[in-house]
């Protein structure tokens, strides 16, 4: 498995990885009618990684399987959005493997790329047990600040 810069060419089998691990990270959180919704719009969303990609601040890396053009996860970082005085100025704001790789350690993989040791911040899907674990593992802590989104509550991580 190679873990590299994802690039333009990657938009489409990055979208559909996108909407498959957000099924399998989110059933049982989410009405299942937002991943309807977000299949509905995989052209869009094609388009938009294709120029975040190539323009945005964030930067993205994926795994890639042995298998080509499959990809197993991916991990995005960058400049923290949240203005808070003392807050990292790091920020994961997406980290995501497919569930038959879970417990593998790409997870890990992936977050040792996009960030290292250093200190940052990510949100967190209230109740998504399986990440909060994740995360407490690699010394992010709730807090204590949330964020009411039409997806759901999220609760604010740190690693100093």
Do not use: C
């Amino acid at each position: 498995m190679l873990i590299r810069a994802a690039v333009a060419d990657d938009a489409e089998a990055l979208t559909d990885l996108h909407l498959d691990v957000w099924e399998e990270a989110y059933a049982g959180l989410m009405p299942d009618s937002i991943f309807v919704e977000r299949r509905s719009e995989r052209a869009t969303r094609i388009d938009r990684w294709r120029t975040n990609l190539g323009t945005g601040p964030f930067s993205t890396l994926v795994a890639e399987a042995d298998e080509p053009g499959r990809l197993l996860g991916f991990a995005s970082a960058g400049p923290g959005r949240d203005t808070e005085t003392g807050l990292p100025q790091l920020e994961l704001s997406a980290l995501y493997v497919r569930a038959e790789s879970y417990g593998t350690g790409l997870g890990h993989r992936l977050l040792s790329a996009a960030i290292g040791s250093a200190a940052a911040y990510l949100w967190v899907l209230d109740g998504n047990q399986r990440a909060t674990a994740f995360y407490e593992r690699q010394g992010f802590v709730f807090d204590g600040e949330t964020k009411p989104e039409p997806l759901g509550l999220h609760r604010r991580m740190v690693r100093g």
